[in-house]
């Protein structure tokens, strides 16, 4: 490469001092870090932790300081969870972060000098080379056989070839006569001078579509207001029914006394009614969701996004590098003179030694894995090339090799075909060929050859050479070898999958189809979607199965109209040019390897491996995670069912508030067994057998359905029956023997407990499915040996008299483990009966599609 030499001197340090004051530096727009105290503000301000602290003060009103300080615990606890996720995420993202080039080279003062990227200010003079990213915008000077790939900004795989303004005017929107922000050299080299810096630049202006995308709840942060709002009616009707019922039946009490008791019975109950375990659920099952997606190498940045990937019912990819390898390969090889070694061998010598460019190493791997090495290629001694130019697209290297003078030359077709020596039918055979490839999205290099006597015979320019046409050499970035199998996966689970990419619609297709892809020949081009409205394209997208030669905001259109349609959008991508669709999704799924700044800042979800294995493998979490919350939620209420109507009917059947069921403490000591049941055990529980052959759940559909609350309604009034039988039974109405009912009867709440984590683990499965995970899950044989010495601990130690118990005799154990067991097992015959509909559905469906 020879020097050249600098007509323009470059900026004086005076001069960028003074830019410097103007433009500032040269720094991408990122998101603004929120304070610790603003981030534990935000947190609190969630409807959960609201409901949260009000549960703590109300204990502390009720005067147990000590199960009001456990509330506020809880409130740190889950604080500390939200925070050490967005701490874990934040540090991950800063390693991340390689975008711009550290350092770059300009001439300043007269001289080469090499300066942080930071420090670049319009008017600097840039000296770019092979390997350099790019680290501003600016128009080229000159240029020394320079390309650049531009694919993290426009998603085209293949390099662009830089000309100063003189000999490459302007066109189109990216321009060949200037550079952009974040693009990679991967040939040559050139001069550049500075344009626009930070947020001036591309890469900036598409920062700035991120920014002013909106931040959307997620499905479950929408249901989570109503369901709070639910919870508060019902316990507040039931506060106001058990306080004129327990004022009612104290007539014997003064009328202050009365006052208190009837107020403290029904906070005592509505106590019972608030579900203070849901944020508890909510915080536990999104951060151990996203720590469990973080193991298969996925990045969580926002927790709700776990949850919403359950919802997802369209996936838009990006061609190059997600669907693809990002990764040229050599995929046939047309030899119409000479051998198949013969042909390699000149490809070879027609690459650059020390290759940038994807297509050349693709050349060079396939001549090694045929048996033509680098050293045999390059050993030979160098005499001259013929550089590629964008008006040419055709190249050449001169060599002495092998004792002869060889011109290996290789180009486009319709380039190098007009130097061969052809006969009109022997050119339209090579054409012929040439586009049979073409039409199969490959990537079509023509090879020829020429052996001047003497290197005085050598022609000046490739023009003037006289050819022989060897073959062609068909390349083209192959599909991941799981994506087929991985986008049938999500057909199978109802999720429509949808190409955006900057490639021409035949390769594109191409690739749809070796994927398996639906509607592979239904394409829309950038420039069909250019001239439709948002109404017309929200009409047509029903139809379109990929997206070609788009630009930015084509793609954030494309996935606003999905929207408007009423579909939850996950958008995968990995170049600057995916971060504004990224942004307006509902899921953005960014690469972590390959993938830009802006484009991991944008996602909610970034994938530590880039295999879209990964991502069908998140959405399948995010079903069991949703499917687990609302699992827990329906549990939570079964489980507070017994408790209240405890505590309501109580003062119905007149009895002494001394011998109740359920005293105040009773009902703190059930919720600390509730906990970790619903946070511990239900989250561990693994995806349903169905949970990847059913549509995606309707994203309108609440968290608590009608047939989710009548299952606990039914579930929990049975419990109710059984724990509240047989305190009655025991004769609770008398001072001495209520310790005795009142033991009777939390044993059987206590050991229900278990059967129904058991029993509601699954939808499906029988409870015998359940237990034998359970024999290979430590944590949950923990959780049901804790609550069975716990037990133990409030019946048969010193407890049994602060909470007002007695112990049990083995028989009445034995009692109390066969009711909880009928009170509960009866669902299975339900899900028996579930199996044996679906069944019988599966075995009529082919019938009925005859």
């Not at 019902?234 to 107020?263: K, M, P």
């Not at 119409?336 to 070879?348: A, L």
């Not at 005085?456 to 199998?485: N, S, W």
Request: negative net charge; glycine residues 8%; contains cysteine.
């Amino acid at each position: 490469m020879t020097e050249s030499k600098n007509a323009y001197p470059g900026l004086t340090t005076e001069e960028v001092l003074e830019r410097r004051r103007q433009y500032g530096n040269n720094e991408a727009i990122g998101e603004k870090k929120k304070s610790f105290f603003r981030k534990i503000l935000q947190i609190l301000s969630e409807p959960m932790f609201l409901l949260l602290l009000a549960a703590a003060v109300i204990y502390f009103f009720l005067g147990e300081p000590r199960d009001g300080l456990i509330m506020l615990i809880f409130v740190l606890g889950m604080i500390g969870i939200d925070i050490a996720q967005e701490w874990k995420t934040d540090r991950t993202l800063e390693a991340l972060r390689d975008l711009s080039a550290p350092q770059s080279r300009v001439i300043r003062d007269g001289r080469e000098t090499l300066i942080a990227s930071t420090d670049l200010v319009p008017g600097d003079l840039l000296l770019i080379s092979e390997g350099v990213k790019i680290p501003a915008d600016g128009t080229v000077l000159s240029a020394n056989d320079l390309r650049v790939d531009e694919s993290s900004l426009t998603g085209e795989s293949e390099g662009v070839w830089k000309s100063p303004e003189s000999t490459q005017p302007p066109s189109g929107y990216w321009r060949k006569d200037y550079c952009y922000a974040g693009t990679l050299v991967t040939q040559g080299s050139g001069q550049v001078i500075v344009d626009r810096i930070g947020s001036g630049t591309e890469y900036g202006k598409i920062g700035k579509n991120v920014a002013e995308a909106p931040d959307n709840p997620s499905p479950l942060q929408k249901q989570t207001g109503s369901l709070v709002r639910l919870c508060a009616g019902i316990a507040g009707v039931l506060f106001v029914l058990v306080c004129i019922i327990t004022y009612y039946n104290l007539q014997d009490h003064a009328f202050g006394s009365r006052v208190i008791e009837s107020i403290l019975s029904g906070v005592t109950l509505a106590m019972a009614m608030i579900p203070e375990e849901f944020p508890v659920i909510l915080a536990v099952f999104l951060s151990m969701g996203a720590w469990r997606i973080a193991k298969k190498q996925a990045l969580v940045r926002r927790l709700p996004s776990v949850e919403t990937l359950g919802s997802v019912s369209v996936l838009c990819v990006d061609k190059t590098g997600t669907i693809t390898k990002n990764q040229m390969t050599v995929r046939e090889v047309w030899v119409k003179e000479g051998t198949q070694e013969h042909f390699t061998e000149t490809m070879g010598l027609g690459c650059e030694t020390d290759t940038y460019d994807p297509m050349e190493k693709a050349m060079l791997l396939y001549c090694t894995e045929n048996g033509v090495t680098r050293e045999h290629l390059f050993e030979s001694y160098f005499i001259t090339e013929y550089p590629f130019t964008n008006e040419s697209k055709r190249m050449g290297h001169v060599w002495r090799h092998d004792g002869e003078i060889v011109i290996a030359a290789k180009g486009s077709p319709e380039s190098l075909l007009d130097l061969c020596r052809l006969s009109g039918a022997q050119r339209g055979e090579a054409e012929s060929k040439a586009a049979e490839m073409s039409g199969r999205g490959l990537r079509v290099i023509a090879v020829a050859e020429a052996h001047p006597a003497k290197e005085a015979d050598v022609p000046a320019e490739l023009k003037d050479c006289r050819l022989t046409f060897l073959g062609l050499v068909g390349l083209a970035d192959p599909p991941r070898e799981t994506v087929k199998a991985d986008i049938a996966r999500c057909y199978d689970a109802g999720i429509r999958v949808v190409m955006i990419t900057g490639d021409n619609g035949i390769t594109a297709a191409s690739i749809a189809r070796q994927t398996g892809m639906a509607g592979a020949g239904r394409i829309m081009t950038g420039d069909e979607l250019d001239s439709m409205t948002d109404e017309e394209l929200s009409r047509r997208i029903g139809e379109i199965s990929i997206f070609s030669r788009v630009i930015p905001e084509h793609k954030m259109r494309i996935v606003k109209a999905f929207q408007a349609n009423g579909h939850i959008v996950a958008m995968t991508g990995d170049g600057v040019n995916d971060a504004p669709a990224l942004k307006h999704a509902d899921i953005g799924i960014a690469m972590g390897k390959r993938g830009s700044e802006v484009s991991r800042e944008a996602a909610d979800l970034i994938l530590m491996d880039d295999n879209f294995s990964t991502i069908v493998d998140t959405v399948q979490d995010g079903r069991r995670i949703y499917d687990n919350v609302r699992k827990a939620i329906g549990y939570v209420f079964t489980i507070h069912i017994p408790i209240a109507l405890a505590s309501l009917l109580a003062p119905f059947l007149n009895i002494a508030p001394a011998n109740l069921m359920l005293l105040p403490l009773h009902v703190v000591l059930l919720e600390l067994i509730i906990d970790p049941t619903c946070s511990i055990v239900l989250e561990r529980q693994p995806a349903e057998r169905d949970s990847m052959h059913r549509p995606p759940r309707d994203p309108k559909e609440k968290i608590l359905t009608a047939k989710t609350l009548a299952k606990s309604i039914v579930q929990g009034l049975a419990v109710f029956a059984a724990s509240f039988g047989t305190y009655l039974a025991a004769d609770p109405f008398s001072a001495g023997s209520a310790p005795e009912a009142r033991a009777m009867g939390i044993s059987v709440l206590m050991l229900s407990n278990l059967f129904l984590v058991q029993v509601n683990s699954s939808d499906i499965d029988s409870i015998a499915v359940t237990f034998r995970y359970l024999l290979k899950d430590k944590v949950m044989w923990a959780v049901s040996a804790g609550t069975a010495a716990g037990l133990a601990v409030i019946l048969y130690t010193p407890a049994a008299d602060v909470l007002k118990l007695a112990p049990l005799g083995i028989a009445q154990l034995l009692l109390a483990l066969g009711v909880s067991a009928a009170s509960v097992l009866w669902y299975e015959a339900v899900k028996l009966a579930k199996r044996k509909g679906k069944q019988g559905r599966k075995q009529e469906a082919p019938s009925s599609n005859q």
